[in-house]
């Protein structure tokens, strides 16, 4: 700053400045690219002549010098890391108090930082988000006595803003990398839905996982006593390593009593930057890792039911902090490669299509429920950028909107795969079963369900499977695209048939297309049809454009 600049004048400048900073900072919602430009508006706006950015990593052991202004630019290298404590910054960021250095020849805090840069003067001032310092705001300048304490406050002032902006733009990160997380995981869904054995299913995810990852991946599998249940040994079948594919080993491993089985029982993941420094890992695992030169673990439990069936596996050949972030996808992928696993296990001890249909079912109720809402936070996305140029609080409520539909699509789909443990929903009756998923339908959905039957007798299970899956497919229908409100139910037994039927209050569809009311639909009407028909029954459908439809389905009655 000018030193014969009168106070008035300079404050006046100082807050102009700082409204100009920020609202070019809040008008990016990329961290980068914002850090960018707030650097690089504090050289040219608000005149200082050098700035820098330096953010603490995720270990918190040391800042990364993340922005850099043009003046500095091929003097200090971005990138640098600079220890807690160590310069003023690092003292800076282990205090949380600004350092003021107008001489830094005299300052015993100060270090020359790599590159060719000599500096007079240092002001770094701390980044401090809810008590925690996040990072470090540094300006220099050539000359000696350079900064004043207008100036302390000015950037004291603008680093309390930048926290704000970096919260947001961490928010939007979040939102878009939990976005593409559930893509995955919905590709993933689409690619076991056709699996049909363990194997299967290991290579399917392995595969998919892979792509995403630049760990090797492993799934571990529990061998258990077929008398108490308890598990013997792992079955390793294959890993995935980055450069080189699928490799298949066919290898068994010995479980062992100790501190990470706890954890991992009760669903935790249990993250290990280093086996050689973490006393809970077990010996013969720790020097396994350690001679095959991967000393970063993380086990993600693979819990099927309330029962843990194996870990996934990752491994690294540095020491790696793991962050919950990158381990995100994992957690979600363990879910469902864990009843994929199971059902591919079922379908074999039973050989029943039933399994089969079970996951193709996922595939397309994932289809009709998270796909809408990834696209509907694909368009909310796009269009915050924008927003926030016009106006920040509708930016910032495009955010809260779309942090909404992304915990939303997580809850159906965990709620989808919470049906899909069971391997024979009508085990105990058709009729407990029906009102057992009513019950569920009413909690989840808007709509109001009247369930009656009427002299019905339990028939084979293959019949009272197959009406179950038409009702469910059908409130399917009823509540993702006719947008009902009530649906009447109606369970008969008359002359030698058993006769369903679905009536509800929607939006219904025009005559015309029948058979296939929509995209989204088809699979459903389409497949109520072929399980009506392969019991030797059918289905009649009754509609009219915003008047409702019902679906009469009729079976032979076949008696258990």
């Not at 509907?376 to 920040?392: D, E, H, R, T, Y």
């Not at 179950?468 to 229908?477: F, G, K, M």
């Amino acid at each position: 700053m000018s030193s014969g600049e009168t106070y008035p004048r300079k404050h006046s400048r100082n807050l102009q400045a700082l409204f100009d900073v920020s609202q070019q900072a809040t008008a990016n919602l990329d961290q980068q690219k914002m850090l960018d430009v707030v650097v690089q508006a504090i050289q040219d706006i608000m005149g200082y002549r050098m700035a820098s950015i330096l953010l603490l990593n995720e270990a918190e052991t040391a800042l990364v010098s993340s922005a850099i202004s043009s003046n500095l630019q091929g003097k200090i290298p971005l990138g640098d890391r600079v220890p807690l404590g160590r310069g003023m910054v690092g003292k800076a960021a282990q205090t949380g108090i600004t350092q003021l250095a107008n001489n830094v020849k005299e300052n015993p805090d100060y270090i020359r930082a790599p590159g060719e840069w000599d500096p007079g003067s240092e002001l770094s001032v701390p980044l401090v988000a809810q008590g925690a310092v996040i990072g470090v705001l540094d300006v220099e300048n050539e000359a000696a006595d350079a900064f004043t304490q207008e100036d302390v406050q000015t950037l004291e002032t603008l680093a309390g803003q930048l926290v704000v902006i970096l919260e947001k733009a961490r928010l939007f990160s979040d939102a878009r990398a939990n976005l593409q997380d559930l893509s995955v995981i919905y590709e993933i869904s689409q690619h076991l839905s056709l699996t049909r054995t363990p194997d299967e299913v290991l290579r399917v995810a392995l595969n998919a996982l892979a792509e995403h990852s630049r760990y090797r991946c492993t799934i571990a599998l529990f061998e258990f006593d077929p008398y108490t249940g308890i598990p013997t040994r792992f079955f390793v079948p294959f890993f995935f390593q980055p450069g080189e594919g699928l490799v298949e080993i066919n290898a068994h491993v010995p479980t062992s009593e100790d501190d990470l089985n706890g954890l991992l029982d009760d669903g935790q993941i249990v993250s290990i930057p280093n086996v050689a420094d973490d006393a809970r890992v077990p010996n013969f695992l720790r020097e396994e890792q350690l001679t095959v030169g991967r000393p970063a673990l993380a086990l993600i439990p693979l819990i099927a039911g309330r029962r843990r069936i194996g870990n996934l596996i990752l491994s690294h050949t540095q020491t790696n902090h793991w962050t919950e972030a990158e381990l995100r996808l994992f957690r979600l992928a363990a879910n469902l490669i864990a009843t994929s696993v199971e059902n591919a296990r079922h379908f074999q001890r039973e050989q029943e299509l039933a399994a089969l249909e079970e996951r193709q079912r996922l595939a397309r109720d994932l289809h009709d429920s998270v796909t809408q809402l990834i696209f509907s936070v694909m368009l909310i996305a796009q269009s915050i950028g924008p927003a926030f140029k016009k106006n920040i609080a509708e930016g910032e409520r495009r955010i809260s909107r779309l942090l909404e539909l992304s915990q939303q699509a997580l809850s159906e789909m965990r709620a989808l795969l919470a049906e899909l443990r069971s391997a024979n929903p009508v085990e105990n009756g058709l009729i407990p079963a029906l009102r057992q998923h009513l019950d569920w339908i009413m909690a989840r959905e808007r709509i109001e369900i009247q369930f009656t039957e009427e002299n019905y007798v339990p028939q084979v299970q293959q019949v009272e499977e197959a009406l179950y899956r038409i009702v469910q497919e059908a409130l399917n229908n009823t509540t993702k695209h006719a947008r009902a409100t009530k649906a009447e139910i109606l369970l008969q037994k008359l002359e030698g048939w058993v006769v369903l039927t679905i009536q509800d209050n929607g939006r219904g569809f025009q005559t015309g297309t029948l058979h296939y009311p929509s995209q989204n639909s088809k699979f459903g009407i389409r497949g109520m049809r072929e399980r009506a028909e392969e019991l030797g029954g059918g289905i009649e459908i009754q509609t009219r454009s915003n008047a409702g439809t019902t679906l009469r389905i009729t079976v032979p009655d076949k008696p258990s």
